[in-house]
């Protein structure tokens, strides 16, 4: 089975910083690459589909790229409503272990 | 609108089983796949399995961690998936989701229930 590993697994950062999550899949994808945004006690929401598609109502602060076995989630400007966790996930099976992004 | 609600959750003692339901809405349930994802106590999201569409051969696909102790059927009769689980483990103990998408034309539409709680405990 695909392995999806995420790094760093925690990240401090202040209002306005340029974040980068990187994503490594162990395998090529069954399918694509997604990612997504959860905050405490919600829901996952997802953000960008098939690696680098925007998700409609999603900042353009957040930007994916990437193919083949590794892909990026850039924040280009933290904003104070982005501190999360994040997780990749190949869209048709497992999911990275995820990101936390804390206030530095 | 697309809308999913689980339920069946609750306490359960190990070694016991559980069926959790997802009822759907909104949705041309028999042409949708859905996946039962889950989420324990301050962890990280975990895939559980997929149900898909007849179309795609109505297969099921589970996570390897699962397989074995996790059922996921359909009855598309009535919109509704459901997970059951045999043999119930403390480290089961989770927030369950189910969740689907939808593609229209170049756009993407990923819908989440509000999870259910399942606690394994005696």
């Known amino acids: 089975d695909i392995q999806m590993t995420q790094s760093p697994s925690t990240l401090s950062a202040s209002v306005g910083d340029r974040v980068t999550i990187t994503c490594r899949a162990s395998q090529s994808l069954t399918s694509w690459l997604a990612w997504y945004q959860q905050k405490p006690g919600k829901a996952p929401h997802l953000l960008i589909s098939?690696?680098?598609n925007l998700q409609s109502g999603v900042p353009s602060r957040f930007s994916g790229s990437g193919s083949g076995t590794e892909f990026t989630l850039t924040i280009s400007s933290l904003q104070p409503e982005d501190f999360a966790t994040y997780y990749c996930r190949d869209y048709d099976t497992y999911f990275g272990q995820g990101t936390k992004v804390e206030i530095k | 609108e697309v809308q999913l609600v689980e339920s069946g959750g609750g306490l359960v003692k190990p070694g016991g089983s559980l069926r959790l339901s997802c009822a759907a809405s909104g949705i041309s349930f028999d042409y949708a796949w859905f996946d039962w994802v889950r989420q324990a106590p301050g962890k990280g999201l975990e895939w559980v399995g997929r149900s898909k569409r007849k179309i795609d051969g109505g297969t099921i696909d589970y996570a390897a961690p699962v397989k074995g102790r996790f059922t996921i059927s359909r009855d598309d009769s009535k919109n509704t998936l459901y997970l059951e689980i045999n043999s119930l483990k403390t480290e089961d103990t989770a927030v369950y989701y189910c969740?689907?998408?939808?593609?229209?034309?170049?756009?993407?539409?990923?819908?989440w229930g509000q999870g259910t709680l399942v606690t394994v405990s005696s």
């Open positions: 098939k690696a680098s």
């Open positions: 969740t689907t998408g939808v593609w229209l034309g170049q756009l993407f539409f990923d819908y």
